[in-house]
């Protein structure tokens, strides 16, 4: 299996609170991806990094922002948590989408906002 | 914006009958690959199609691209309850560096 894992597996928090979801990986892969998984959704892309520093918003990055300051490691935030923002998040990596490889995805992390 | 549009979003067979899912596109895709997913888990890839028309079969899953790369299809022979998970589609567009889903199809196989 690919190495990457997501932390925390699960988080329930409060409406306004600061949530940050990290991404790490051990695969030394360009691609990060982080989405969102809701029923009848499928996967929506939030943002993506292509590189250190070098990030790019998806189709539902409203509300959330991203950091990556080392190859391995890639940020989720979301400043002030939302109950629409209760989803499970999938990170993802690539090599290169270009070439058609396969994204790995880690487990998800479980996120409720009450 | 390009989008796909997968069909049926549930579907609930008996073991041993066959069946067919749709991922369809009014947009052109340089490939689309299919994964699946089981739940607590992310999805693990299945298969990549590139070419239009291409065919390609893993087991009894045989998955095919569109002659015009807009559409494509998983069709599962004899089903069995190993089969039962979460199928989704996804795009790649020209020169792309993410991918499209489409919203998925969950299937059940009963025993």
């Known amino acids: 299996d690919a190495g990457i894992t997501q932390s925390p597996r699960h988080k329930v928090t409060e409406t306004g609170t600061p949530v940050t979801l990290r991404c790490h990986q051990t695969?030394?892969?360009?691609?990060m991806y982080w989405y969102r998984q809701d029923p009848g959704h499928g996967l929506r892309l939030i943002h993506y990094?292509?590189?250190?520093?070098?990030?790019d918003k998806g189709e539902v990055s409203d509300g959330y922002s991203v950091s990556r300051s080392k190859t391995e490691d890639f940020l989720l935030t979301l400043e002030s948590a939302t109950s629409s923002q209760t989803s499970v998040y999938f990170c993802a990596i690539s090599p290169d989408p270009k070439s058609n490889q396969p994204q790995h995805f880690g487990d998800g992390t479980r996120l409720s906002i009450l | 914006t390009q989008l796909l549009e997968q069909s049926p979003q549930f579907l609930s067979i008996q073991e041993g009958e066959n069946l067919t899912v749709y991922c369809n596109s009014s947009?052109?895709?340089?490939?689309l690959q299919w994964y699946r997913q089981e739940p607590g888990e992310g999805p693990v890839l299945l298969v990549t199609v590139v070419t239009g028309g291409e065919v390609k079969k893993l087991k009894r899953l045989t998955f095919q691209f569109g002659d015009a790369r807009k559409d494509s299809s998983l069709h599962i022979t004899a089903a069995q309850p190993g089969d039962t998970g979460l199928y989704l589609c996804?795009?790649?567009?020209?020169?792309?560096?993410?991918?499209?889903f489409g919203q998925g199809t969950r299937l059940t196989i009963n025993p």
């Open positions: 947009s052109v895709f340089s490939s």
């Open positions: 990094s292509y590189g250190v520093k070098d990030t």
């Open positions: 996804a795009g790649r567009g020209q020169g792309a560096q993410k991918l499209v």
């Open positions: 695969e030394n892969h360009r691609y």
